[in-house]
């Protein structure tokens, strides 16, 4: 068994045969000590495992049979939306009572059951306008132009209302899809019933500002975790543009191909410019897909003139980026 090194230098120390100064050099020079290692089975992390694993067994059963009962031809579509009005109200009461802690195994289980209580809401809001709320002429009226709009907003808001309980990964993801939802539905009420078409620019022209604003708030860390919001404010951004082009040129595929090269090249330049890997990556990405589009369909070059014209321009892009930053950086000038 070897010696702590610690306690030799203490015990030089105090037999004199080191100074304190030569002490302190000792113990500067020391590497850091090693994590204790665990010769069984830690049965605190089992059970917790455990623990972690019948919840969410218990949540899939429970989906699961709220899943069946839709089947149930007993059951009218008043009983099965009460039920699930019961149930986002139950998952609705934990979620709220829970003291904010960590990320950990209570968190993930607090966000399971908060997302089987957001569509067991929506699952109610839409049993309720499908069913009781319909064939009144009061409701009629409003649910002819809004009755998406009248599902989304309320799940839209429980799923914000969600994320600003349980900032993780899977609620950032919930709310951006409310957003989503919020809309489209929008659209679809402004557009009364037209055309899909129509539905699909109206939506792009509320997105692409959303998008903006979510790019922003994910990088700047005011929205977490802020991949999930890079990423899908990029793809958001890429579709939208491209409805608005094709919509604005009559169906014009080659612009089309032109803005998602411009949207790649942004991205890899504010990547660059503001250190961001994440912007870097995403307009790598569209890049990788927009670039040949472009030479193959807008230019009309071949496959093989496309891959020829690619190939020296990325060697030699890669060599260039590679050359400034392998180069030693210069003293600064005193």
Known sequence: ????????????????????????????????????????LDFSAAVSAGLEALGYLGAALVIGALVFLFDVASWSETTIAALLAVVAVGCGAVVARRTPAPPGPESRLVTALGSAGLFALVGCLALLVDGPCSGRDACDTVLSRARVL??????????????LREQNAVTHLWAGVGVFAVAFSLAETIAGG???RSVEVLASAVLLPASLVWTWA??????????????????VLLSSSINLVDWSFFNDNHLAGVVSLMIGMAYAAAGTLLDRWRLTTIGALILLWSVPWTLTEVLGLSTTVTALVMLPVGIGLLAFAGTRLMRPERPDAT
């Open 150 to 163: 009248v599902i989304a907003v309320p799940g839209a808001v429980a799923a914000a209302w969600l994320y």
């Open 218 to 235: 994910s990088e700047t860390e005011r929205l977490r975790p802020a991949w999930i919001g890079t990423i899908g404010s990029a793809g």
């Open 1 to 40: 068994m070897r010696a702590d090194p610690e306690v030799l230098i203490s015990h030089w120390e105090r037999a004199g045969l080191l100074d304190p100064g030569q002490a302190a050099r000792l113990r500067a020079d020391l590497p850091p000590p090693e994590p204790e290692e665990h010769d069984g």
């Open 194 to 196: 037209g055309s899909s």
